[in-house]
Each structure stands twice: as C-alpha cells, then as structure tokens.
C-alpha cells in the first residue's frame, strides 16, 4: 500500500495544479472585459504662476477631477492605481510628465467620483519654459489584479493653456 506521505503528496500536487489553473483562466478571463472608462477634468483657478528665485516656474492650481472607473474593476481585480498627470514639450525634453494628483481606488463603489482639489505634488518646470505654454492633463490608471498581470492605460485631455505672465 502507499504510505500517508506519498498520498500528501500526491494530494497537494493536485490542489496546487488545480489553484494554478483557476489563477491563469482568471488572468486570461479579465481579456474580455470591455473597458469604458471616462474622465473630465476642469482647471478652476490657477492660485500662481510665479518664477522662483532659483530661476525655475512654478504653478498651482485648482481642479475639478471627474471619473468613471467602474469598468475596470472586475471579479479579479483587487485595486486601482489613479494619477493625473501633466504633460507638456520643451526645447530640452520631448515629454515632460508631472504628476498633480494621486489615489488609490479599493473597490468598485469608489471608481466614480468627484473631487475638487488643488494639485497635490508642486507643479514646477526647471527653467522659464512654462509662460504661455499649453499641456495636456492626462488621467493614466494601473489596474492591480488577484491575479495576473497587472495593466495600466491613460485618457488624455488636450486644450489647456498657461498664462502668458507670471501672476
């Protein structure tokens, strides 16, 4: 007869075969999930635009941030990463990316939401390139699964512009 160690065995090779099958058919069945996700964001004021004594720009400003998230949560996942992002091109860099605000997303009930806030992180551009500049405000997210790979993607809002002088 087999021994209680060799039946352990071959019972925890089939619980753990059976915990890796169901672990990839829920990666793969987040696949078919159709995302819609929307986002509005509104900038309210801009509190100052001033150039610190170092010589760099520095901007403030009050936002209005609006999301639906709710598609992107699904049996799978166990949170969502959110940050709003400002994104604009200088001489030196093609892409500048400064992130205004951020939070974290723990269930579905939350992924709709309203906030008026001002930017969270400092808002600062090394040099004197801001003044009149136009950027882009984009809302980037990184779904977290149970299981998986874990995925991220963006909505980008064009048409805002910076103030042509320093306030």
């Known amino acids: 007869m087999h021994s209680f160690g060799y039946r352990a065995n071959a019972l925890l090779t ?3 075969t059976i915990l890796a099958f169901m672990c990839a058919f829920a990666s793969l069945s987040d696949n078919f999930n159709s995302l819609t996700p929307t986002a509005e964001v509104q900038v309210l004021n801009i509190n100052w635009f001033q150039k610190k004594p170092d010589g760099d720009d ?8 609006s999301a639906d998230l709710q598609s992107l949560f699904t049996w ?4 969502v990463f ?10 030196k860099n093609a892409l500048n990316q400064i992130s205004l605000w951020d939070g ?4 579905k009930e939350h992924a ?13 551009d090394q040099g004197s390139n801001l003044r009149g500049k136009g950027f882009n405000l984009t809302l980037h997210w990184h779904v977290m699964p149970k299981t998986g ?9 064009t048409g805002y512009r910076l103030p042509e002088s320093y306030r």
């Open 14 to 16: 089939l619980a753990i």
């Open 58 to 65: 520095e901007v403030s400003l009050t936002l209005n941030i």
């Open 76 to 79: 799978n996942t166990k949170q």
């Open 82 to 91: 959110v940050f709003l992002a400002a994104e604009y091109e200088t001489p």
């Open 104 to 107: 974290i997303i723990p269930t």
């Open 112 to 124: 709709k939401f309203l906030i008026h806030t001002t930017n969270k992180y400092r808002f600062v």
């Open 149 to 157: 790979k874990m995925s991220a993607n963006k909505l980008v809002m």
